[in-house]
């Protein structure tokens, strides 16, 4: 009996971060091995149709094979081999998505003479990074869309994570208006072969009902407190981005739609907004 198994240390990582981790080895019984290596692969995978239409694509991110053991004879029992890869620093993340996936694994195999090497597979997961930090213009003035009765306006059109999106909206006098409706959409474009797929779909939704009261008026609402899916992202076969759909929802007639790309930021540093505090107090230093 010979069995392998790998041991991740972390099974989630950032790009730039080390694999680490042991791979063991049981045997019943000694024997002799050429090598060990670790096989670190990541792959974007795209299909689209079925049957005899089916249609795929694949990208290779990474392909790197490690001699993490030279050739040796291994006793009985267990034996543990550690191991630590660096990560390079500009993987798109794990993902799976409606056309197809971005995968990563790491593989152990065990090369020996005259049998079936022995091996085992682990998949481990590779987290985006937090985006920079995008401070407010203040001295611009907010943009403003405007579609038939419907007006919005948004601050730069920044998405922070903690707080999300601020929206200020307006809507004229109309008969037949029930309300309005807030979406976070996320837009997926996947390349397979030569065709470009597309997909949109909400993930956050609010919806705010009109009172006669609400005419005429600049109204606000929050969306997307505590964001917790895919930053955007662009790989060799995927474009993940996002943005935010108001739409008036008219009874019996066309519901008028305004559309704002989004800008993620993350929330401000700490040490900024402790500088805010000694400006304001007329502090020099802090």
Known sequence: MRAVDIHLRESRLFPGEK????VSIRTDRPFECNR????VR??????????????????????KVFRINEGRMFPEGATMIPFAIPLPKNLPPSYQGYYGHIEYSAEAVVEVTWAIDPKCKKLFKVLQNRPPFLEDKNQLEPSTIKQDELQVQLEENIFRLETGL???????????VRGVRFEIVKREVANCGRR???????LERKFHEVHWDDFDRWLEIEIG?????????????????????VTLDVGWN?????????????????????DEIAIDLGFDEW
């Open 36 to 39: 060990v290596i670790l096989k």
């Open 166 to 176: 601020r929206v200020r909206f307006k809507v004229e006098q109309r008969n037949n």
């Open 254 to 274: 066309f519901d008028p739609s305004i559309k704002c790309p989004l800008k993620f930021s993350d929330s401000a540093p700490k040490r900024d907004l402790l």
């Open 42 to 63: 990541g792959k974007e995978h795209t299909e689209h149709g079925s049957g005899d239409t089916r249609v795929t694509d694949d990208k290779v991110i990474i392909g």
């Open 225 to 245: 407190n505590n964001w917790r899916y895919h930053l955007p992202f662009v790989s060799n076969l995927f474009k993940v981005t996002y943005h935010l759909k």
């Open 196 to 202: 470009t797929l597309e997909r949109e779909r909400p």
């Open 19 to 22: 694999l680490e981790g042991m």
